[in-house]
């Protein structure tokens, strides 16, 4: 796996991983299911860090689209991570319009996850 180039945010949690999402495939690699969860967190990310303020732009869906040139092969594995980027992004667009608290919350339990998921996978099976 490549390493994601993070600026100084490396890092998300997110609640929205859906049994529904993560159906996991024969020849999918061990660590598919952190790289759906970070799809997903990067999506999230993508929504909440520019409604709290930060001066993102597309850092978040260009990082997710790093990742697919980096891991995917095939258009069905690419859409099932567009898919978990997705579900990230609507999930707190259906729910917040302004940075509230619990927003922020999120982004910070979130930036946690993300960097523990990057930890672990670039470590483990990093080439």
Do not use: K
Not at 32 to 47: F, N, P, T, V, W
Not at 97 to 102: E, I, L, S, V, Y
């Amino acid at each position: 796996m490549r390493a994601l180039a993070w600026g100084a945010v490396v890092a998300i949690t997110l609640g929205l991983a859906g049994p529904a999402l993560a159906q996991e495939r024969p020849d999918d690699p061990p660590y598919e299911q952190d790289l759906m969860r970070l799809s997903e967190i990067l999506g999230a990310l993508h929504y909440l860090r520019p409604l709290c303020g930060a001066p993102d732009g597309t850092l978040w869906r260009d990082e997710m689209q790093a990742l697919i040139e980096a891991e995917v092969q095939d258009e069905g594995r690419r859409r099932r991570f567009v898919e978990r980027f997705n579900q990230g992004y609507r999930g707190y667009s259906s729910v917040y319009r302004r940075c509230t608290q619990a927003a922020q919350a999120a982004l910070d339990r979130y930036v946690e996850e993300g960097s523990a998921l990057i930890r672990n996978v670039t470590t483990r099976y990093n080439r």
